[in-house]
T-cell receptor
Framework: IAGITQAPTSQILAAGRRMTLRCTQD?????MYWYRQDLGLGLRLIHY???????GKGEVPDGYSVSRANTDDFPLTLASAVPSQTSVYFC?????????????FGPGTRLTVL | GQNIDQPTEMTATEGAIVQINCTYQ??????LFWYQQHAGEAPTFLSY??LDGLEEKGRFSSFLSRSKGYSYLLLKELQMKDSASYLC??????????WGAGTKLIIKP
């Protein structure tokens, strides 16, 4: 593994179903983030984690939950999917230290909820 | 409040220069980032400014004026591969990142 991986690449889901999007990074970054990206709206932060064991709510957290049991993994769960959650989901990480501390992005998961 | 504005779309000619502007409002400014995103791909980091002035990196330069809440990304010697969306983001002391909606840059031959 190099960088950040996400799974699945794409998914079609029936409304009401539960879904977990997976995110794993091998850079030992402290901070991780989940975004959704919709046309014309840019990246919107769903949840974030500054370090293992802690999580925080972003701009659009409703309907989503996260956990951060260890440094490498940051899964995002949709408890009961709705069509408005159709989007492209990006996971990102940053080392949480240093002057620049830029975010590195995974390849994304394209989710369609019918 | 926190807000970032950038143009929705710009068109430029191959070989030319283009400037993409970004204005922001934030209570605890702690750095401004530019990212490039090709269609169907993830954003990739281009540049970072935290102090006023110009940062140059090859064909790309980024400028920041903290007093005006203003930044621009300057792309020189445009190539067709520069066709992408360019995202402006601000790091706030109390919030991870605030993102603009992105500027779609179309390069014509």
């Amino acid at each position: 593994i190099a960088g950040i991986t996400q799974a699945p690449t794409s998914q079609i889901l029936a409304a009401g179903r539960r879904m977990t999007l997976r995110c794993t990074q091998d850079m030992r970054h402290n901070a991780m983030y989940w975004y959704r990206q919709d046309l014309g709206l840019g990246l919107r932060l769903i949840h974030y984690s500054n370090t293992a064991g802690t999580t925080g709510k972003g701009e659009v957290p409703d309907g989503y939950s996260v956990s951060r049991a260890n440094t490498d993994d940051f899964p995002l769960t949709l408890a009961s999917a709705v069509p408005s959650q159709t989007s492209v989901y990006f996971c990102a990480s940053s080392d949480g230290e240093g002057a620049v501390n830029e975010q590195f992005f995974g390849p994304g998961t394209r989710l369609t909820v019918l | 409040g926190q807000n970032i504005d950038q143009p929705t779309e710009m068109t430029a000619t191959e070989g030319a220069i283009v400037q993409i502007n970004c204005t922001y409002q934030t209570s605890g400014f702690n750095g401004l980032f530019w990212y490039q995103q090709h269609a169907g791909e993830a954003p990739t980091f281009l540049s970072y400014n935290v102090l006023d002035g110009l940062e140059e990196k090859g064909r790309f330069s980024s400028f920041l004026s903290r007093s005006k809440g203003y930044s621009y990304l300057l792309l020189k010697e445009l190539q067709m591969k520069d066709s992408a969306s360019y995202l402006c983001a601000v790091r706030d002391q109390d919030y991870p990142f605030i993102w603009g909606a992105g500027t779609k840059l179309i390069i014509k031959p």
